[in-house]
């Protein structure tokens, strides 16, 4: 069984910045990808980063030069900075695990507004 614990979100203006942390504890597989998605209100969720075992990222568009995900293996941790923040990036951001299982955090809130 595999937990995920999200922290650091919160309230911010446009053109701030945050970083989200999410820790990993349980029985770990020693290849898998992490990844942040997150989901607006009334919207589908969407993925916003990844990051594979070898520190392969990849972003959505829409982040993309404004976010930066990154991990620590030693200590389970997979962390997201935003910056330049906008209030499309108002959402519920959740941690998530993947290998042959998915497992899911319960969720950050970031809010963007002034």
């Known amino acids: 069984q595999v937990q995920l614990v999200e922290s650091g979100g919160g309230l911010v203006q446009p053109g701030g910045s945050l970083r989200l942390s999410c820790t990993a504890s349980g029985s770990l597989t020693p290849i898998y990808i992490m990844a942040w998605h997150r989901q607006a209100p009334g919207k589908q969720r969407e993925l916003v980063a990844y990051?594979?075992?070898?520190?392969?990222?990849s972003y959505a568009d829409s982040v993309k030069g404004r976010f930066t995900i990154s991990r620590d293996s030693a200590k389970n941790t997979v962390d997201l900075q935003m910056n330049n923040l906008k209030p499309e990036d108002t959402a519920v951001y959740y941690c998530n695990l993947a290998t042959m299982t998915a497992y899911w955090g319960q969720g950050t809130q970031v809010t963007v507004s002034s």
């Open positions: 990051i594979t075992s070898t520190g392969t990222t």
